[in-house]
Nanobody
């Protein structure tokens, strides 16, 4: 089992920055991918950025050049550095993890609100 605990959401003005963190507990060694998703009211949950165990990353087109996903293996924590935030980035951000057996895990979500 894996547990994910997010932190770092909040209210920020457009153009500002925020960093989200997601600490993992449990069988972190079994994970093959960790990622951030977001869901705005009335919308589906979409992938924002992903980080594989091999170190590769991929981003949604809407955040490329503004967001950076990174991982600190020493403290089992995944980060999402968000710069040049826009009002359309407002959403609940969820930490996600997948293991090699196809199991998927989610954090509780953290609200990010960007005021224009």
């Amino acid at each position: 089992q894996v547990q994910l605990v997010e932190s770092g959401g909040g209210l920020v003005q457009a153009g500002g920055s925020l960093t989200l963190a997601c600490e993992g507990f449990g069988r972190i060694d079994r994970l093959v991918q960790r990622a951030w998703y977001r869901q705005a009211p009335g919308n589906q949950r979409d992938l924002v950025a992903a980080h594989t165990a091999g170190g590769s990353t991929n981003y949604a087109d809407s955040v490329k050049g503004r967001f950076t996903i990174s991982r600190d293996y020493n403290i089992n924590t995944l980060y999402l550095q968000m710069n040049s935030l826009k009002s359309e980035d407002t959403a609940v951000y969820y930490c996600n993890a997948r293991d090699g057996w196809g199991n998927e895990y989610w954090g509780q979500g953290t609200q990010v609100t960007v005021s224009s």
